[in-house]
């Protein structure tokens, strides 16, 4: 399979941990991006990477999250002490041709008790 | 802000009808349009989009959407749903002067009876 992959699919986790998630975009993609997906929404942007350079972020990314691609490859995105409110699907995307042509990863739904 | 409304969030129809899914925006500029479709189970998929020229753009298994300018809509359309049609579809909206960022719609789940 040469589409987005993103681990772990589910995690549940107790509010105040960190977690961590990863994303292999679809290796020829250099544009990367991040979005979050609560339950009746539709996604929500948090952050942008064009090869390993963070180039946007959201105003919803508080300084609790922190995302990198430390070689323009995969990329992490880290939820420090977790809130109830960070549960949510956590969404990885790439692209090679701009903002709108995104390839979805399956996501990772985040479950803070 | 910008933003991106649907007008329905549950559709249900039996096969063979026709569909359409209304979306609207806010932004006035220049803006690229898109939907996205979710079938049950699988990831989000690009479904069809428009950049620029002919409004009515066709998209993959029969649909199509009209980008209105004068009422900054972009509803989507299919002469005959199938039962294979029953998903989740989002709105999307990314205008050139906000950056990389996508603006989606909250989502209208289809559900097509047999």
């Known amino acids: 399979d040469t589409g987005v992959s993103q681990d772990p699919r589910h995690k549940i986790t107790k509010r105040g941990q960190n977690v961590t998630f990863r994303c292999d975009p679809i290796s020829e993609h250099n544009r990367l991006y991040w979005y979050r997906q609560t339950l009746g929404q539709g996604p929500e942007f948090l952050t942008y990477f064009q090869n390993e350079a963070q180039l946007e972020k959201s105003r919803l990314l508080s300084d609790r999250f922190s995302a990198e691609r430390p070689k323009g490859s995969f990329s992490t995105l880290e939820i420090q002490r977790t809130e109830q409110g960070d549960s949510a699907m956590y969404l990885c995307?790439?692209?090679?041709?701009?903002?709108?042509?995104?390839?979805f990863g399956e996501g990772s739904r985040l479950t803070v008790l | 802000a910008q933003s991106v409304s649907q007008h329905n969030h549950h559709v249900i129809l039996s096969e063979a009808a026709s569909l359409e899914l209304g979306c609207n925006y806010s932004?006035?500029?220049?803006?690229?349009l898109f939907w996205y479709v979710q079938y049950p189970g699988q990831h989000l998929q690009l479904l069809l989009k428009y950049f620029s020229g002919d409004p009515l753009v066709k998209g993959i298994k029969g649909f199509e959407a009209e980008f209105i300018k004068s009422k900054f809509s972009f509803n989507l359309r299919k002469p005959s749903v199938q039962w294979s049609d029953t998903a989740e579809y989002f709105c999307a909206v990314n205008a050139r002067e906000y950056g990389n960022k996508l603006v989606f719609g909250a989502g209208t789940i289809l559900r097509v009876k047999s």
């Open positions: 995307a790439s692209s090679q041709q701009g903002p709108g042509e995104l390839f």
């Open positions: 932004y006035g500029g220049t803006v690229n």
